[in-house]
């Protein structure tokens, strides 16, 4: 499928004649015996003056697609628009639920797919209530907890002034 890209000039040689066009593309995914073969529909950028082939960052984002539905996981794209809908900063969403923020920037530029459990996790939130469960268990742990006091007697305290430990034992000195 041709895909017009009006005033694309090509990375190679610079010029104005270069052509788009999506591709079904091979490739494989994991290592030895576990690995499996894949598909994904990647923009393949052709130039008429030169005749180099290439692809860009969006073929990588397509890849790294085919491979989260494969493994069953949400997308980076997924997961911001889910924090999004709440209308969150990444900070924000880490703290709400307890996943690192690092780990959520990763998730979402595509450095990391998030585990089963995660991935779960995430998904449950989709639902609104369960968000807004979770904002209220948080509002929860938000509040002041309770200070406990004791009552020591100003005669208690002076003597916790000064006192000092026993000097330490030597057997030397009882010998």
């Known amino acids: 499928m041709k895909i017009d890209e009006a005033g694309s000039t090509c990375e190679i040689c610079g010029s ?9 593309q091979k ?24 005749g180099e082939q290439y692809t860009d960052e969006r073929a990588e984002v397509a890849r790294h697609n085919s491979v989260c539905a494969y493994l069953g996981r949400l997308t980076p794209g997924e997961i911001r628009s889910l924090r999004e809908l709440y209308d969150l900063s990444q900070d924000h969403f880490a ?10 920037k990763r998730w979402e530029r595509g ?6 459990s995660a991935d779960r996790y995430l998904r449950l939130l989709r639902a609104p209530n369960n968000f807004r469960l979770l ?3 948080n509002q929860q742990l938000e509040r002041p907890q309770p200070v406990f006091r004791t009552d020591i007697s100003q005669r208690a305290l002076a003597e916790a002034k000064v006192f ?6 030597d057997a030397r000195q009882v010998a």
């Open 16 to 24: 104005g004649g270069l052509s788009t066009t999506l591709e079904e």
């Open 135 to 137: 904002a209220a268990m």
């Open 111 to 116: 450095n990391l797919i998030q585990s089963v």
């Open 164 to 169: 000092k430990l026993r000097p330490e034992f």
């Open 27 to 50: 490739f494989e995914y994991g290592a030895g015996d576990e690995h499996v073969s894949l598909t994904a529909r990647v923009p393949v950028f052709s130039c008429d003056v030169c």
């Open 95 to 104: 703290q709400l639920t307890g996943f690192g923020v690092a780990s959520i």
